[in-house]
Each structure stands twice: as C-alpha cells, then as structure tokens.
C-alpha cells in the first residue's frame, strides 16, 4: 500500500502570550458575559488576571481559578454553542491580538512540510477554531466533557498544561512517525519547561523571568515583539482591505 511521506518535523506553539498577546480564555469570558452566562463580578475577575498576565506571565493559580469557573458555567451549555462563540472571538477579537512574528514563523514551518500544532490550556474548542482559521495543521487543547454535546461540567482529562503538553506532543511525535529531536517547541512560560525540554529545537517567546534565566542557561533562541508589531500589521491589513473595494 502507498504510504504518505512522514512529515520531517513537528513544530509545537504554546497560544497564549506565543502565538497571540494575552489569555484566549480572557476573550472568550467576555463572550460569555454578553451572553448572560457569567456575571460582571466573574468578568472583572478575568480582567484582572488577564491584566496580570500580560506584565508577569501564566499563573498556575489563576488559571485554574479561571478553568473552574468556566466549568461552572459550561453545565448545561451546548458545545456548538461555544463553538460559535469561539468563531466569534477569533474573528472579532483574536485576530487582532496575534503576534505576526510568530504567526510568520508557524508559516515558515508550514512551507517547509513540517506540522504545526498548537498545545494550550485553553479550551480545546477555542483551539480548534485558531488551528483552523491560520491554516494549522492541528490543537490540542482543554478538553470539557460532554453528553450528547452538552457540557456535564467535568474535563474529559487533566489541563492541557506543564507535563501534559509534553506528554502531548510527545503522542503527537509518535502519531505522525517524528523523532523529537527534529522537532520545534515555542513558549512564553516556565510551566512549559518540560515541552521545550522534549524537543531538539526549543525557542522562547517573550519569556517571563523564569524562562528567559533557564532559556539564558541553556543558550536557547529567544524571539522578543513589541505591541508595535501588531499595529504595524492592523494598519497593513487595512490597506489590503481598502485598496480591495
């Protein structure tokens, strides 16, 4: 039987402050809260961490302080609902927050035959809609539990988060016939240590304090923007469109 050409590499992306400037579960919070779903207290809550993150990077705490909540929230929630929520956000929201540095590398990777998936502790629904929308090959995410496509306020396993990623990409190396060693791993946060570790091409991304000290250690490439990066690419999609009517 033919076999398809194995891809000659796997390029893995951490989304949140990596692939995008703040926390995709922040957004999608905002959503549910113009939908009734959680309350303006719940939302402050959120702003505050999402503050948080942008000056001082992932915290463990606050993001399982978040998960929680969203679990609440999920019971009884339709998950193509959130599915359009998670549409909605990108289109609306994510898009406009992407760093296009990174973004041009992830497609480097693409034009080179490699794989690129992305790894996050954000639901798997939100990460679903950014693989497809950017043309990735695949997500792997937080996974909510669901009965018949309704929520049961469970997750299906852990957070896709520290050990979990790595354990990820490596079944997702193995999947697709991929020595580790040839593969790519970029981050912002030291809780994804043990995935940048994994592979022989680790890459930092705006690293917070931590990361860049064991980044600095271990003579590993960093990648540093500025939110001018992403005005500077506001204002060129701008341009494409005007000159497109």
């Known amino acids: 039987m033919f076999q398809a050409t194995p891809p000659r590499a796997i390029a893995f992306f951490d989304v949140d402050n ?47 302080t978040v998960l929680l909540r969203a679990l609440e929230v999920a019971v009884g929630f339709e998950q193509a609902e959130l599915i359009r929520l ?21 497609r480097r990777h693409l034009e080179n035959s490699h794989e690129v998936w992305l790894l996050t502790a954000s639901v798997q629904e939100v990460a679903d809609v950014i693989a497809v929308r950017l043309g990735f090959t695949g997500a792997v995410g937080t996974v909510l539990e669901a009965d018949d496509g309704i929520f049961t306020g469970r ?37 994804d240590i043990p995935l940048l570790d994994l592979v022989g091409h680790p890459v930092v991304v705006n690293p917070d304090a931590a990361l860049a000290r064991y980044a600095a250690a271990r003579d590993w490439p960093v990648m540093r923007m500025k939110r001018a990066s992403i005005r500077r690419a506001a204002r060129a999609n701008r341009v494409r469109a005007s000159k497109k009517r």
């Open 86 to 106: 998670s549409e909605e956000i990108f289109d609306t929201k994510l898009t406009r927050r992407l760093w296009p540095e990174t973004v041009a590398v992830a």
């Open 18 to 64: 990596t692939l995008m400037r703040g926390a995709s579960l922040y957004h999608l919070g905002v959503a549910a809260w113009r939908c009734g779903l959680i309350t303006r207290r719940d939302i402050t809550s959120f702003g505050w961490k999402q503050a948080r993150f942008l000056a001082v990077g992932e915290n463990r705490d606050h993001l399982s």
């Open 155 to 191: 997750l299906a396993a852990g957070v896709c988060h520290g050990a979990l990623k790595s354990e990820a990409a490596r079944a997702r190396a193995t999947a697709s016939g991929v020595d580790l060693a040839d593969c790519w791993a970029y981050s912002d946060s030291h809780n």
